[in-house]
């Protein structure tokens, strides 16, 4: 619920939101070029909306369907552990992830 909330004041206020679907959202710069900016993240009660980050085949499909349609994609993924216990994490891996 906080996601669809906070993506919704987000679009209302005109700032573009990535990371709600599979789409790559395109942006023109300052000097007319187009490039796109795919999010990713760990899905929780997400699950089935979106491609977990995690799926890392399913990240590479997404992302070769970007470059394809766009020439320049900028790839986000926000990942690691969240809420009251994960505050004071210590410097190191919380999960082993194969490098993209």
Not at 10 to 32: N, P, S, Y
Not at 49 to 61: E, N, S
Not at 70 to 93: D, I, P
């Amino acid at each position: 619920g906080g996601f669809v909330q906070t993506a919704r004041h987000l679009r209302r206020a005109g700032v573009r939101v990535v990371g709600a679907d599979t789409l790559a959202t395109r942006v023109v710069t300052l000097l007319g070029d187009t490039l796109a900016v795919l999010g990713f993240h760990t899905t929780g009660e997400r699950r089935g909306l979106v491609p977990d980050a995690t799926d890392l085949a399913a990240v590479y499909r997404h992302v070769a369907r970007a470059v394809e349609t766009y020439g320049t994609v900028v790839v986000t993924m926000h990942l690691g552990a969240e809420g009251v216990e994960a505050q004071r994490t210590r410097n190191g891996f919380e999960a082993s992830v194969r490098s993209i």
